[in-house]
């Protein structure tokens, strides 16, 4: 019996700590305050975030000296900030587990901020992936 309570708290913690994983129809919704923002349109963003990270909020990456964070891969040197980096310049004034949770609302607001300063190209899949032919990430059920 202490066995199966203990594989049963262990499922259920494991569970609260998976990233949420959205569909292209969440991401749409969610992403829709970015519709045309800078001239990017929504089909380009919600592309750009499936290349990026796989629609999975809570996704990071490590790279050679720097850490991205969450559903735009918002990066540690340059846009918020981490206990791994403490000097980055966090020009998006935020710590950078903001970024790990589903709350779209501050990751949307640094993605305007990147886009203002070093435009859609920041986001390397998008060029290569998500500049043409983008009918396949329109969202038919909205």
Same mark, same amino acid.
């Given at each position: !019996? !202490?066995?199966?309570?203990? %594989?049963?708290?262990?499922?259920?913690?494991?569970? +609260?700590?998976? +990233?949420?994983? %959205?569909?292209? #129809?969440?991401?749409?919704?969610?992403?829709?305050?970015?519709?045309?923002?800078?001239?990017?349109?929504?089909?380009?963003?919600?592309?750009?975030?499936?290349?990026?990270?796989?629609?999975?909020?809570? +996704?990071?990456?490590?790279?050679?000296?720097?850490?991205?964070?969450?559903?735009?891969?918002?990066?540690?040197?340059?846009?918020?900030?981490?206990?791994?980096?403490?000097?980055?310049?966090?020009?998006?004034?935020?710590? #950078?587990?903001?970024?790990?949770?589903?709350?779209?609302?501050?990751?949307?607001? #640094?993605?305007?901020?990147?886009?203002?300063?070093?435009?859609?190209?920041?986001?390397?899949?998008?060029?290569? %992936? #998500?500049?043409?032919?983008?009918?396949?990430?329109?969202?038919?059920? %909205?």
């Amino acid at each position: !019996m !202490m066995s199966f309570v203990s %594989l049963l708290l262990v499922g259920i913690l494991f569970h +609260a700590t998976q +990233a949420e994983q %959205l569909t292209k #129809c969440e991401v749409f919704q969610k992403l829709k305050d970015l519709k045309d923002y800078g001239g990017v349109s929504l089909p380009e963003w919600v592309c750009t975030a499936f290349h990026t990270s796989g629609y999975d909020t809570q +996704a990071i990456v490590q790279n050679n000296d720097s850490t991205e964070y969450g559903l735009f891969q918002i990066n540690n040197k340059i846009w918020c900030k981490d206990d791994q980096n403490p000097h980055s310049r966090n020009i998006c004034n935020i710590s #950078c587990d903001k970024f790990l949770d589903d709350d779209l609302t501050d990751d949307i607001v #640094c993605a305007k901020k990147i886009l203002d300063k070093v435009g859609i190209n920041y986001w390397l899949a998008h060029k290569a %992936l #998500c500049s043409e032919k983008l009918d396949q990430w329109l969202c038919e059920k %909205l």
